[in-house]
């Protein structure tokens, strides 16, 4: 019985020490995997620009990553720069990657389609 009751102190013991440890993680292992997220390649043609809202309309093709169709939306821009120089009818490249504070999909970067 002293020897059972020897082994439940020592696991007791070894759990109230290693459960600061595991408290004390800051998660950085987790947080560079947000920072590294997945963005997607597709082509599309510019319907519309609201350079005001920074956001702009496109006709794109589909994206097979997200399941997505062959459609026309709005998207919102990450520099507006990327708005200079376009207008509807513009054939362009771009890739998408969701806003993490908005959980809405935008276009990182914006090229003339060849």
Do not use: C
């Not at 054939?91 to 276009?107: L, M, N, R």
């Amino acid at each position: 019985m002293k020897r059972f009751l020897m082994a439940v102190i020592a696991a007791l013991t070894a759990g109230l020490i290693a459960t600061p440890i595991y408290a004390a993680d800051t998660h950085e292992s987790h947080r560079a995997a947000t920072d590294t997220q997945k963005s997607y390649a597709t082509k599309g043609e510019v319907v519309a620009i609201d350079p005001n809202a920074d956001k702009m309309k496109l006709r794109h093709e589909a994206i097979p990553e997200l399941g997505w169709p062959a459609m026309i939306m709005n998207f919102a821009v990450t520099d507006k720069g990327l708005l200079e120089n376009l207008k509807a009818g513009d054939k362009v490249s771009f890739e998408i990657a969701k806003d993490q504070s908005t959980d809405q999909y935008v276009i990182r970067t914006l090229r003339a389609a060849k």
